[in-house]
């Protein structure tokens, strides 16, 4: 299983793991919700009738326990009548049920019920409970009752919970993506050092085994020599690309169409000739490189452009510039098989390829060198299944000062 498969299947682990929390903590919740609330309720049907007692008893003994039960009741209530009038209530906030009266000659601290106030809580308690009925003298009244602190505070604490969970998991795992991804750099890193360091030697004894061919053979004009000593060139460039990554490059100003124009020119003898190369676009462009670096990018994005291409087809490399010309944009398009819109940011992933042989890499390595080294952007503009696809990097302009 390719690391690409693995990373998606820890995803839908962690996932998993949290619906499972999630649908659990909102079952057990809810039990102890709907026997809080039936407890409550209780609570309130046994007030309701310590009331109906109390006005239809003049036993004192009975009374006392009737007014017993009556304070049972933990939570605010209010009694109505059929036509809504309030009868008695109890557990409001007194600092509530009184507004105060403009100053009155002679009367300290006037004040009156307020009915708004009651009226409020009243209508707060219909939304949140059916009424108890109650028969008192051949009058209907009603029992309204608020919620308890606790069974208030225990409806709102899953989403608390569901919070602090996601929150975990979030944490958790982009601690876990940091850490993951810190050590595939220091991976990257060491094997590309270690691969440019033992590229080193055998480069070395070529380039001298070239050199002694063409004194014993007199071979200095020779064109296989010649050819020798290309491919030896192309496998310093190599081993220089590889030396540079981990460590800051030094970009300097280039001419970007001068770039991918020479870099084009030497890629496009080395394909098909069924494939055609077009550059266009802005040729006074400026922008900060490093030509080794850069040449790799263009590279990977060319060789993917290729193999998009069935049989005949074209690449189409335009350079333009963006908003006040802070930017050089760099588009590569291709008449290749395209690729999904689900699968934008996927083709930049380490280990994903379409391919049979291949590792995955060109695209994550081309975005790092893009990104990382030179500070510019690299994504897919646009694409179309069995139209082709525009990669556009994004670099950072250079004025020229000439």
Do not use: C
């Not at 809504?84 to 000659?105: N, R």
């Not at 009925?133 to 569901?162: A, E, G």
């Not at 100003?253 to 124009?261: A, I, W």
């Amino acid at each position: 299983m390719n690391p690409y498969a693995q990373q998606r299947l820890w995803k839908y682990f962690l996932l998993a793991f949290a619906l499972v929390i999630a649908f659990g903590s909102l079952l057990y919740t809810g039990y102890l919700v709907k026997n809080i609330k039936k407890s409550e309720r209780t609570r309130a049907e046994m007030w309701a009738l310590s009331m109906k007692q109390i006005t239809a008893s003049d036993d004192n003994d009975f009374l006392n326990y009737v007014f017993t039960v009556r304070d049972s009741l933990s939570v605010p209530a209010m009694i109505v009548d059929r036509q809504g009038d309030i009868i008695t209530t109890k557990g409001l906030d007194s600092t509530k049920t009184y507004i105060k009266l403009p100053a009155v000659p002679g009367v300290k601290n006037a004040k009156k019920y307020d009915p708004a106030y009651f009226q409020g809580e009243l209508d707060a308690m219909k939304s949140e409970h059916a009424p108890i009925s109650l028969k008192v003298f051949d009058n209907d009244w009603y029992v309204y009752y608020h919620d308890s602190f606790v069974l208030t505070q225990l409806k709102i604490f899953p989403y608390v919970q569901l919070s602090v969970i996601a929150i975990f998991l979030l944490v958790a795992y982009t601690a876990f993506n940091t850490s993951r991804k810190s050590e595939q750099n220091q991976v990257w890193v060491g094997l590309a050092k270690e691969t440019a360091h033992q590229l080193g030697t055998p480069i070395s004894s070529l380039m001298a085994w070239t050199e002694l061919m063409k004194e014993k053979f007199n071979a200095e004009d020779d064109p296989l020599i010649a050819e020798m000593e290309n491919d030896i060139q192309r496998l310093e460039i190599v081993a220089d690309r590889f030396s540079k990554i981990g460590s800051q490059p030094v970009l300097e100003g280039h001419g970007v169409y001068d770039v991918v124009k020479d870099f084009v020119d030497y890629f496009k003898v080395r394909v098909s000739n069924k494939i055609s190369f077009e550059i266009q676009g802005n040729r006074t462009l400026k922008a900060g490189m490093n030509i080794p670096l850069f040449d790799w990018v263009l590279e990977n994005l060319l060789k993917n452009a290729v193999n998009a291409i069935d049989n005949t087809g074209s690449i189409k490399v335009e350079i333009s510039s963006g908003k006040a010309r802070s930017q050089v944009y760099i588009d590569i398009t291709d008449s290749g098989k395209g690729i999904p819109r689900s699968k934008f940011e996927t083709v930049f992933q380490p280990g994903y390829t379409t391919r049979k042989r291949g590792w995955g890499l060109g695209l994550s390595l081309t975005r790092r060198m893009v990104e990382n080294y030179h500070k510019g952007q690299i994504f897919v503009k646009d694409s179309e299944l069995g139209k082709g696809t525009t990669f556009r990097i994004v670099l950072k302009s250079i004025k020229d000062d000439t």
